[in-house]
Nanobody, 125 residues
């Protein structure tokens, strides 16, 4: 399984941005795909996740109501629509996949077996 995140950039506070996670390889319906982010000097933290079927989504409290994670069934992509961006959203964003789909541990970085390279999001005030 390979993942590739893209779509980052430099935006102003209040703007929107959509990140794309291209997923390839043999993906089963049990997989969970998540977005994490890491700011300089900080731990990599959970942002949002979706089941591969797209039927269930989960969010960190800090992004709930502003970010939307979704799955494109036609292209095997997972998106992160980020609205009302804030300077504190500035980070390197990564997508990851967990083949077990265990929603109890989906917020834990070490639960994920597959990671893509990050894409940088910078929000200016």
């Amino acid at each position: 399984v390979q993942l590739q995140a893209s779509g980052g950039g430099l935006v102003q506070a209040g703007d929107s941005l959509r990140l794309n996670c291209g997923v390839s390889g043999r993906i089963l319906g049990t997989y969970t795909v998540a977005w994490f982010r890491q700011a300089p000097g900080k731990e990599r933290s959970f942002v949002a996740a979706t089941t591969w079927t797209g039927t269930r989504t989960y969010y960190a409290d800090s992004v709930k109501g502003r970010f939307i994670v979704s799955r494109d069934n036609t292209s095997s992509a997972v998106y992160l629509q980020m609205n009302s961006l804030r300077p504190e959203d500035t980070a390197n964003y990564f997508c990851a996949a967990d083949r077990t789909g265990n929603y109890r541990i989906m917020r834990i970085r070490t639960a994920y077996q597959y990671w893509g390279r990050g894409t940088q999001v910078t929000v200016s005030s």
